[in-house]
């Protein structure tokens, strides 16, 4: 009797299919996702599966490669994309904006306007947290800040974006953070009970698409770049890339915000640390 064995491919189990899908979302957007991510990889997912009538990670990972799936690709990665933000998130980086980078950018710089990047800048609250500590600075110091500020927010979500540019928060997130006093100084209430920020903060920020794996020179040369909350999504090789490549748009003696949980290592030729008590920020050498 003559024995055959079955040389033909096994079929990918869902093991195989998480690390292909994985491998899709870390070259789509520098995402690192760990081994044990598949719950939420599925209920994220689960919508756009049965819309695109596929069953198995596999099958949306084979969609996913097709020319024609730009949009389909563009989906995926914004329902990927943790788009959680407060405003004034942790307090001492927006502190030390305004005790710190703010005086000594006007004491350098009397008529220029600082340029700040707010990178990965979700639904907003981030950059329009900054407009409000230039607008204080300014009450508080006349005089200074002449130039006032110029702010560039990115994400490479642009459903969140369209929510940022709109500038328009319920009740629910206008709490997060956003003291009565600010909100009553800085936006004004609309008829369905939500917050719109004042158009004199709106026009200092422009917002753009922009993948951090992108090249950055088309957004200038910035003087501060908070990027907070992001790099911990990405491998280690991938942040020192984004580090190093942020040094290059970032003038000399500017500004590099991280967040809390972030550090900054293995660029000791690109940054210096300064200590602020609390917090720390990385000057640019």
């Not at 079955?6 to 994985?22: C, I, L």
């Not at 943790?82 to 927006?94: A, G, K, M, S, V």
């Not at 709490?175 to 600010?182: A, E, I, P």
Request: with cysteine.
């Amino acid at each position: 009797m003559v024995t055959r064995l079955n040389t033909s491919p096994r079929p990918p189990g869902a093991a195989d299919e998480y690390q292909q899908f994985k491998a899709f979302l870390q070259e789509a957007c520098g995402i690192l996702l760990g081994d044990n991510k598949q719950y939420l990889v599925k209920s994220r997912l689960r919508k756009i599966m049965e819309e695109q009538n596929v069953d198995s990670l596999g099958q949306l990972v084979q969609e996913l490669k097709k020319i024609s799936s730009k949009a389909l690709k563009e989906t995926v990665v914004d329902a990927m994309t943790t788009n959680e933000t407060l405003w004034f998130r942790d307090n001492h980086p927006f502190r030390i904006l305004s005790d710190i980078i703010l005086p000594e950018f006007s004491e350098k710089n009397s008529m220029k306007p600082a340029r700040i990047w707010s990178a990965a800048c979700s639904t907003g609250q981030e950059p329009y947290s900054m407009t409000m500590i230039a607008d204080e600075f300014k009450r508080k110091n006349p005089g200074k800040l002449r130039g006032g500020v110029q702010i560039v927010a990115t994400d490479i979500s642009q459903t969140v974006l369209e929510n940022a540019k709109s500038g328009e928060y319920e009740m629910l997130a206008i709490g997060r953070g956003l003291s009565k006093d600010r909100l009553n100084a800085y936006f004004s209430e609309l008829d369905t009970g939500a917050w719109k920020i004042k158009p004199e903060l709106r026009r200092l920020i422009d917002f753009r698409l922009l993948n951090l794996l992108d090249r950055y020179s088309v957004l200038g040369k910035f003087d501060v770049i908070f990027c907070r909350n992001v790099l911990i999504y990405f491998s280690a090789e991938l942040k020192l890339d984004i580090l190093s490549r942020m040094r290059q748009v970032l003038n000399p003696g500017g500004y590099l915000v991280l967040g809390a949980s972030e550090s900054l290592n293995g660029l000791s030729d690109k940054y210096e640390m300064v200590q602020c008590r609390p917090g720390i920020i990385y000057r640019a050498i």
